[in-house]
């Protein structure tokens, strides 16, 4: 039923897969090499090239630009269509300074036509980098004092209600579960007015879990050893 369910449904991306590279130090050259190994070991049947060569292998899920892919990227999977057909012109979220959540959201919106309004929490860098930069040169980024963040429901309505204008509407996420399917391509007034969609820090909304069983359902397993370099986020969850 679930797979069914999946077939029937519009993707975002090619392929929910994370790329996996392969760094190496190759006998025969002296110097290094730099592969997919998830190519790779379609293509080759396991044979992952010259043997006696010390290698190991990268795996970025929250890897966005220029590829756009990972973890992040998969949570919009299945939201993004949903909500082009729900004719949605403009998606307010919000996320800390260097949100990867964010960035993939001013990314995907960008390229799908839709407008992306990104609220990011404290101030703004002096100099932009990492996914703060991408927000910016993709996104319409707001700065919003962290007391005003603490209140994120109330924040992001406020937000997309000026976003909207007197003639637009606003909706939340969670609101097109269960008729998002079933939503006409073009649900527009005709009178050029806006719909706002919020969605929340972390694309927090069911239709996220969709591109996780995609992908698990799209998964080829193989063993391996991993080493889990751990960030400040995840020790404080």
Excluded at 105 to 112: D, L, Q, Y
Excluded at 171 to 200: F, P, Q
Excluded at 206 to 215: C, M, S
């Amino acid at each position: 039923m679930v797979t069914s369910f999946l077939s029937a449904t519009e993707w975002m991306l090619p392929s929910p897969a994370t790329q996996v590279h392969t760094i190496s130090v190759l006998p025969s050259r002296r110097d290094f090499a730099f592969s997919n190994l998830t190519m790779l070991l379609r293509n080759s049947g396991g044979n992952e090239g010259e043997s006696g060569s010390t290698k190991f292998h990268v795996v970025r899920d929250d890897l966005l630009h220029p590829l756009a892919n990972g973890n992040k990227a998969r949570k919009l999977d299945a939201l993004l269509p949903i909500l082009r057909r729900c004719g949605v012109t403009d998606i307010v979220t919000c996320g800390g300074c260097q949100s990867a959540h964010a960035a993939a959201i001013a990314v995907h919106c960008a390229e799908w036509g839709i407008r992306p309004h990104i609220l990011l929490r404290g101030e703004q860098l002096d100099v932009p980098t990492g996914y703060n930069l991408i927000s910016l040169m993709f996104g319409n980024v707001t700065y919003v004092s962290r007391s005003l963040y603490a209140q994120r429901d109330e924040m992001l309505y406020e937000h997309a209600i000026k976003v909207a204008g007197y003639s637009g509407t606003v909706m939340w996420a969670d609101e097109v579960i269960g008729k998002g399917l079933g939503v006409d391509e073009d649900t527009t007034d005709g009178n050029g007015s806006r719909r706002v969609m919020i969605v929340k820090e972390g694309a927090g909304s069911v239709q996220a879990l969709l591109g996780k069983e995609r992908f698990f359902l799209a998964s080829f397993h193989l063993s391996f050893m991993i080493t889990h370099d751990v960030c400040t986020a995840n020790k404080t969850k």
